[in-house]
């Protein structure tokens, strides 16, 4: 493994690589924050632009100790080129994912209790509110079962999201996986998916659910993605 120290970066992504571990560190906190994870399972990653690279967490260390200098620097095939800690278990998955989706800046992975009770179920999230219909464009799919370590499970998502409008998608067994343009917005779908998760469960305790009409769900998809905010 290569220290910080390490010309491995190129030089002219040197600039980039250090503010995305700075901002990948800092993204890690809003996890925390919104009771996404405990001890330290689940992980964030972000493409470094114009370059075959992301940087993620790194294994097995608590949140309340990252820093900047402890995101780890990889390859997008997993290897890492530069860090002082082992990558994230789950960096294979996040590298086919880049490799797959040119259009993903940031990875998210999480355990996040709501919407991992789905996903152990083996069940989509109905789109039942509009929350999900502007976030999430439909319901929330289910990706299959896979061991943890490999490009399994990215391969999983890959194939699950292919079609869907959906960032997230629920693992089955496992937990949540989120994509976005950049690693904020994989940060924020992680967030409204375990929201939404929590919300039409308690709704399902008092009866069947009734899934938004596909049109009022269209409608208010591309009203929230082309209007919506500043």
């Known amino acids: 493994m290569t220290t910080d120290t390490s010309p491995a970066v190129p030089g002219r992504h040197r600039d980039e690589v250090e503010r995305l571990r700075a901002h990948v560190c800092a993204l890690h906190a809003e996890l925390t924050r919104w009771n996404l994870v405990t001890w330290t ?14 940087v993620i ?20 095939d997993g290897r890492v080129v530069e860090g002082r800690h082992k990558p994230s278990s789950d960096t294979a998955a996040h590298a086919h994912i880049y490799r797959a989706r040119p259009d993903v800046g940031g990875v998210v992975h999480t355990h996040s209790p709501y919407a991992t009770a789905w996903a152990a179920r083996g069940e989509a999230i109905p789109c039942a509110i509009t929350a999900m219909a502007d976030e999430f464009g439909g319901d929330i799919p289910v990706g299959p079962f896979a061991l943890i370590g ?26 949540v996986f989120t994509v976005g343009g950049n690693a904020k917005a994989a940060v924020k779908a992680a967030v409204m998916c375990e929201d939404v998760a929590h919300t039409v469960h308690i709704a399902r305790q008092g009866g069947p659910l009734h899934r938004l009409p596909q049109e009022h769900i269209d409608a ?11």
């Not at 990252?66 to 995101?71: A, F, V, W």
């Not at 208010?220 to 500043?230: C, E, F, P, T």
């Open 41 to 54: 399972s689940g992980n964030v990653s972000a493409r470094v632009p114009g370059a075959d690279l992301m």
């Open 220 to 230: 208010l998809h591309d009203r929230y993605q082309n209007v919506y905010g500043q």
């Open 57 to 76: 967490k790194p294994s097995g260390v608590s949140y309340d100790d990252l820093s900047p200098e402890d995101m780890v620097v990889c390859d997008l």
């Open 150 to 175: 490999g490009d399994d499970i990215g391969r999983g998502v890959v194939a699950t999201l292919d079609g869907h409008r959906s960032p997230a998608v629920l693992m089955r067994g496992h937990g």
